[in-house]
């Protein structure tokens, strides 16, 4: 039997899936002013905003950014023609560090009128530790498999050729979102105890290592 004179190899994939605590959430808003022209629909909008802007800045250091998302001015579709009242609305992502006053926060905006609320959206950071665990759960996991596929052969492994991102990307983020639509509210000592959804964090990776020669016993059968 030929034995090939450059060391065999052995390829892998190494996948880690971790589930943890989400680190922020998102709060979708989008507030409303129609009215007969559109000079009046800015100022009803703008009135709400403000409403807005005074319940989150009475959240203080639990609210971490709030973002204007976007912004219209049109006429309300009727009879499949823009021929409507005027409508502006303003749409604002607001985002939460402090989990334990989601529940607060989505109660306090549901009460304004001309505001829709949604979400939350349980998200991680990009910077978020938990990602760097997944990258390095992924790496022992493929030393793990090409030293049981080394093992198989009677081999070992003896030098790592090459590690990338599988698909040339890190790990990645599969969240699980829990999302909602919030109305109005009447009942002054309403509360939400809403459960943050853990986090799914994928991390993958593909390795090249040389091992020893083969024991050619396995090839004989």
Known sequence: MNVPDRAPQVVVRGEAVLLVEPEIAELGLTVTGRARDRQSALERCRARQDEVTAVVTAAGDAVETVETTRVSVHREVRN???????????????????????????????????????GPSWRLRPES????QARLAAVRDAVH??????????????????????????????????????????????????????????GSVEVRFTMSAPDQEVFRG
């Not at 090459?162 to 109005?184: N, Q």
């Open 80 to 118: 499949g023609r823009w021929d409507g009242d005027p409508v502006a609305s303003l749409h604002t992502t607001v985002t939460v560090a402090r989990l334990d006053a989601v529940g607060d926060l989505v109660v306090a905006l549901g009460r304004l009128d001309d505001v829709a609320v949604s």
């Open 129 to 132: 530790p938990a990602v760097e």
């Open 145 to 202: 498999r090409a030293r049981q596929y080394a093992a198989a052969f009677g081999a070992e492994l003896t030098a790592l050729l090459e590690i990338s991102d599988a698909g040339l990307s890190g790990g990645g983020f599969r969240v699980a979102e829990a999302m909602g639509a919030v109305g109005t509210f009447g009942d002054s000592e309403l509360t939400l105890d809403l459960t943050p959804a853990r986090q799914e964090v994928h």
